[in-house]
């Protein structure tokens, strides 16, 4: 049985006299993917990118959330700690997801209808799904 590389495969290694050996990182790169769509990775990401759908609260909730609101404007010169969990809109998609944030009150604005914390976040009612501080 004769192959046709029998007279070659047992040669030694050609290692060249001139030229420095290549790392085998810089070999490796050699073979790396090229990029012929730059982006298109992010955008594939992105794409994949899994974001909440927001649920509607019941009257029950939104009323009791209404009378928690309330209260709490009846303490808001004092800048009471508040923990509130809402819906937070995504910037690149439809959808969001729900957080929970903790921070001192700095004011209720009725006209634009957001609650603004000291750290300057700004949460509208109609994101609110839960307020949590001490009477």
Do not use: W
Not at 53 to 77: F, G, P, W, Y
């Amino acid at each position: 049985m004769s192959d046709k590389y029998d007279d070659v495969i047992n040669l030694p290694h050609h290692v060249s006299q001139k030229h420095k050996q290549m790392l085998l990182s810089d070999r490796a790169a050699q073979f790396a993917p090229f990029a012929a769509l730059t982006g298109y990775g992010d955008a594939v990401e992105e794409t994949a990118r899994v974001t909440d759908v927001q649920t509607d609260i019941s009257d029950d909730e939104i009323m009791l959330l209404d009378a928690k609101l309330r209260r709490l404007a009846e303490h808001e010169n004092q800048h009471p700690e508040i923990c509130v969990t809402y819906f937070k809109h995504d910037e690149k998609k439809s959808g969001g997801e729900y957080i929970t944030v903790s921070g001192s009150l700095k004011k209720i604005d009725d006209f634009e209808k957001v609650l603004v914390l000291s750290d300057k976040t700004r949460i509208e009612f109609g994101d609110i799904v839960n307020i949590e501080y001490e009477n």
